[in-house]
Each structure stands twice: as C-alpha cells, then as structure tokens.
C-alpha cells in the first residue's frame, strides 16, 4: 500500500506563487510517473503536469510557462512551482503517482489552492 500526502495549498493573490509538495510512503517498489491533477468546483479533474519515465514532461496548456513540475526521486516527492498564479488557477490539486508493476494509481486526498486579492 501506498500513501500520498500533499502540502503546500492555501490562499494565494494572483501574480503570487506557492509550491506544493507531495511525498509518497509505503511499499514503493518504482513509480513510473508523477503528476498534478486539479478540480475547481462544477468541472471535471484535469491534468496539470505531470512527469514520467525518462523524464518526460506533460503540461496543460493553461499553465505551460508558469508552472513547473520536479521530482525528487530520493524522497519519492514531486513538486509544483505555481507562478504568476491567476483566480482560473483556483482549485483542488491532487497528486498523483503510477507505482509498481500494475502500473496502480495512487492519489493523494487533495490540497486546497485559492487565488483571490
């Protein structure tokens, strides 16, 4: 079993930037990728970024140049530097991670992200 624990949300004005983190623990015997999802309210969870083998990089349209996704393999974490942040960035982020060979998907409970003056 494998747990997701994410940190970093809270309320942010736009143009600011926040970082979030996510560390996973447990039975970890490779993740093959690592990813950010989000779901502002009435719409569905979309991807934001995500980073696989390889070091291959996904990232939504909406936030290309903006924000930047990072591993830390050693710590099983991925990051998110969210910049220049705007209020459509207003969401619950979730993380998420493809581990094991069932290439099973793990997702973390979600971290609140506001962006509001």
């Known amino acids: 079993q494998v747990q997701l624990v994410e940190s970093g949300g809270g309320l942010v004005q736009p143009g600011g930037s926040l970082r979030l983190s996510c560390a996973a623990s447990?039975?970890?015997?490779?993740?093959?990728?690592m990813g950010w999802y989000r779901q502002a309210p009435g719409k569905r969870r979309e991807l934001v970024a995500r980073?696989?083998?390889?070091?291959?990089?996904n990232y939504a349209d909406s936030v290309k140049g903006r924000f930047t996704i990072s591993r830390e393999n050693a710590k099983n974490t991925v990051y998110l530097q969210m910049n220049s942040v705007k209020a459509e960035d207003t969401a619950v982020y979730y993380c998420n991670m493809v581990v094991g060979s069932t290439y099973f998907n793990y997702w973390g409970p979600g971290t609140q992200v506001t962006v509001s003056s």
């Open positions: 980073i696989s083998t390889g070091d291959s990089l």
């Open positions: 447990g039975s970890i015997s490779m993740i093959y990728a």
